[in-house]
């Protein structure tokens, strides 16, 4: 545990005896989906005409995952260790004002940070140490889905097209001027971890695009501020928003299983009957894999759920339907509806 807390009190004893006259860079990221960010930095810093060099890491503190509860570095520490990154030089503090943290940061004498879902607050403290500014990877077309979960809450609402911007850092939530923007359009199919994965891969390209105007400073001058007419919010997800009311439409339904793929899932409750015996039981399996049907598919009882072509029909409400293609009982592995359809033994399945 201490190793992998990585000794962020050695920041600047490092730094101090490595100088060099590229530009010192600071990246801040913790998912999996910034290690893509974290690598076209790494890649860009080691080419012969590099201006600049990942000085420091910064990055969630280990935490306990999985069933064994063990304590583990976050992707992104995890990956910049495989790499062979010095470990006194990624930093792991609790908050982002700590003032340990920031003497260290101070230390490193930074001209530029830049973040990917690094998952803590920048204080003003910690803004006001890059001359350069703090630069962030968003993945919405802000002033669009501004918070914690743009693509999910995105995906959820449907939408046809997102994308990823490039924004100064300001102390208002994901308010900074726009320095650059792409495009993306959304199929009705993907899912959030997909398109997650997508948009970091676009906006570590748009990174690398406009790193020299940033560096030159003309990306603040060309940075346009956001409209707060048309801002929209993207909060943090909870677990509590994950059952599925089959009173709401089939294409809500289907947004939000696609939205809340990864974490935290979706879930519904179906009552099993066994009319030989009498019997029902109450299964809450998690819905994966959705689509939407035309009304016509279904002619059964409101409350039937009926299985057609390795899809298990479900009436939802505005006489809309949807097919659940995929789905995992707790505990169990994910299955198709026909290897779930063929375990219930023939018995019936209703919604609740």
């Given at each position: 545990l201490t190793l992998r807390r990585l000794f962020c009190c050695n920041a600047s004893a490092s730094a101090s005896v490595t100088p060099s006259k590229k530009k010192p860079l600071v990246f801040l990221g913790s998912p999996q989906v910034s290690v893509t960010v974290l690598d076209a930095l790494l890649k860009s810093s080691s080419s012969p005409d590099s201006n600049f060099e990942v000085a420091a890491i910064v990055t969630q503190p280990p935490s306990r995952r999985e069933r064994g509860r063990k304590v583990y570095p976050s992707p992104v520490a995890q990956h910049a260790l495989d790499r062979g990154f010095p470990s006194d030089l990624i930093l792991t503090p609790e908050r982002a004002g700590e003032e340990m943290f920031l003497?260290?940061?101070?230390?490193?004498?930074?001209?530029?940070?830049?973040?990917?879902?690094?998952?803590?607050?920048?204080?003003?403290?910690?803004?006001?140490?890059?001359?350069?500014?703090?630069?962030?990877?968003?993945?919405?077309?802000?002033?669009?889905?501004?918070?914690?979960?743009?693509?999910?809450?995105?995906?959820?609402?449907?939408?046809?097209?997102?994308?990823?911007?490039?924004?100064?850092?300001?102390?208002?939530?994901?308010?900074?001027?726009?320095?650059?923007?792409?495009?993306?359009?959304?199929?009705?199919?993907?899912?959030?971890?997909?398109?997650?994965?997508?948009?970091?891969?676009?906006?570590?390209?748009?990174?690398?695009?406009?790193?020299p105007s940033i560096f030159d400073g003309s990306a603040k001058v060309k940075a346009q501020p956001q409209d707060d007419s048309k801002v929209t919010l993207a909060p943090k997800l909870t677990p509590e928003e994950s059952w599925l009311s089959f009173e709401q439409d089939a294409t809500v339904l289907h947004n939000k299983v696609r939205a809340f793929a990864g974490w935290p899932?979706?879930?519904?409750?179906?009552?099993?009957?066994?009319?030989?015996?009498?019997?029902?039981?109450?299964?809450?399996?998690?819905?994966?894999?959705?689509?939407?049907?035309?009304?016509?598919?279904?002619?059964?009882?409101?409350?039937?759920?009926?299985?057609?072509?390795?899809?298990?029909?479900?009436?939802?409400?505005?006489?809309?339907?949807?097919?659940?293609?995929?789905?995992?009982?707790?505990?169990?592995?994910?299955?198709?509806?026909?290897?779930?359809?063929?375990?219930?033994?023939?018995q019936k399945l209703k919604k609740l």
């Open positions: 003497s260290n940061l101070r230390d490193l004498q930074p001209e530029l940070c830049v973040t990917a879902a690094y998952g803590n607050i920048l204080p003003t403290k910690f803004l006001k140490i890059p001359p350069l500014g703090t630069v962030n990877v968003h993945p919405s077309l802000l002033p669009l889905y501004r918070g914690a979960a743009p693509v999910q809450r995105a995906l959820q609402d449907g939408v046809k097209e997102t994308g990823v911007s490039l924004a100064f850092t300001v102390r208002a939530l994901d308010a900074g001027p726009v320095i650059a923007y792409e495009r993306f359009e959304v199929d009705d199919q993907i899912k959030a971890p997909e398109l997650l994965e997508l948009l970091f891969s676009i906006g570590s390209k748009l990174l690398i695009r406009e790193l899932g979706t879930r519904a409750k179906f009552a099993v009957i066994d009319e030989t015996a009498s019997q029902c039981d109450i299964l809450e399996p998690k819905i994966i894999t959705t689509r939407v049907s035309s009304p016509e598919k279904v002619q059964n009882e409101v409350d039937d759920i009926t299985f057609i072509k390795g899809a298990l029909v479900i009436p939802c409400g505005g006489c809309s339907t949807l097919e659940v293609l995929e789905l995992q009982l707790p505990g169990r592995k994910v299955v198709t509806a026909d290897a779930f359809k063929n375990g219930l033994r023939g």
